[in-house]
């Protein structure tokens, strides 16, 4: 069971990114898959989900800004980021959570967004 998280970089305020995370052993079929982030010296925050069922939900600072999506074929979750703020500047880590498994973290990928 494993989760690779890419796609992180250095971007200008304003500009976008795309995260991708490629699961391997996870089934999106019963799985919540979601994005967390941690900025330098806080605690890791929820930042979106998308249910097994495809549902999805965001944190309040990010709606209208960042769209979560999957493709089960490739077994790949993404986080579309755009209007992107330097207070987005954080470690992003991707997971998975099902009632069978619990919660399954990979490692994270730095964004950095320059003002």
């Known amino acids: 069971v494993q989760l690779q998280a890419s796609g992180g970089g250095l971007v200008q305020a304003g500009g976008s990114l795309r995260l991708s995370c490629a699961a391997v052993?996870?089934?999106?079929?019963?799985?919540?898959m979601g994005w967390y982030r941690q900025a330098p010296g806080k605690q890791r925050e929820f930042v979106a989900i998308?249910?097994?069922?495809?549902?999805?939900e965001y944190t309040d600072s990010v709606k209208g800004r960042f769209t979560i999506s999957k493709d089960v074929a490739k077994n790949t979750v993404y986080l579309d980021m755009s209007s992107l703020k330097p207070e987005d500047t954080a470690v992003y880590y991707c997971?998975?959570?099902?009632?069978?498994?619990?919660?399954?973290w990979g490692q994270g990928t730095l964004v950095t967004v320059s003002s």
């Open positions: 997971n998975a959570h099902s009632t069978l498994d619990g919660f399954t």
């Open positions: 052993g996870i089934d999106f079929g019963i799985n919540d």
């Open positions: 998308i249910t097994s069922g495809g549902t999805s």
